[in-house]
């Protein structure tokens, strides 16, 4: 196995969104806003290279909503899928599966694109299957007020008329759900949305896990930093503390989606609850 950082494009995010019900006087330490409240954020996905399968973990926003769409999220930088996947020696036509943590524009608008002559829609990825679960595509598919400009159906429903679309069904007994197919676990949390997933991969003898939105960056550790995005605060802040205490228990590295400027992390125990101890690179970390 090979695994790959994949930048998909950065972008901006209000902070107050980002942090709820937390003051900007302390979360303004660890994500600094600049003149119009904003934040960076970063759309790192993870490519998986396991004997003939290349699986891409979520696929960031894509590029084909309107310029008044963009507008709103101040793109900066000049990362995006194909460069990056260029730089590893690989095109979007090799992808295998694209496994999505969930189906918020940010996650997946990247595996759908426009058609040749722009009157339709059609995958990105024209080889690969693409991975949900049941409870979030109906989540999605019939979204509530709340979410629903965050689940845009030109992102989703192109993915179902393709044919290629395969659900990963929850374990009910289990913590982790293991996919044979793809080759790792999933932990589902639900207070973000419905059945996130969030992914446990087993590499060069750490456990590295993708975090989406569980933990979006290390501003986020402390366990009421809860995003305003988040459908159950309570119930994120319990997953958070699960998790997170598991993660420094048994020494989990993890991936982050949206720090723009932290890649992977490990936590530790103090008397405050659990907190940063490390960041790597990728580089640093694995090669």
Known sequence: MKLYPIEAGNFKLDGGAM?????????????????????????????IEEGDKLILIDTGMGDKQSEKFFGYYYQWGDHSIDNSLKQHGFHRDDITDVFMTHLHFDHCGGSVQWNENRTGYEPAFKNARFWSNNDHWLW??????????????????????????????????KTLTTSEE?????????????????????????????????????????????????TRPL?????????????????????????????????????KGVRLDKTFTFNELFN
């Open 182 to 230: 793809l080759g790792f676990g999933v932990f589902f949390a639900d207070g973000h949305t419905d059945k996130q997933m969030i992914p446990h991969i087993s590499y060069q003898g750490k456990t590295l896990v993708f975090m989406a939105d569980l933990l979006p960056t290390v501003g986020h550790i402390p366990l009421p930093f809860v995003m305003g995005y988040d």
């Open 140 to 173: 999605a598919t019939q979204p509530n007020a709340r979410e629903k400009a965050s689940f845009l159906k030109e992102n989703i429903i192109p993915m179902e008329q393709s044919g290629k679309l395969h659900f990963l069904e929850k374990e009910a007994s």
């Open 235 to 271: 119930l994120s802040l319990n997953e958070k503390e699960l998790f997170l205490n598991k993660a420094a228990d048994e020494e989990f590295y993890l991936f982050l989606e949206h720090d723009a400027h932290n890649e992977i992390i490990t936590l530790k125990h103090t008397e």
């Open 19 to 47: 942090f709820g019900v937390v003051p900007k006087s302390l979360w303004n330490k660890t994500n600094p806003a600049d003149d119009n409240n904003m934040i960076d954020i970063a759309a790192r996905c993870l490519l």
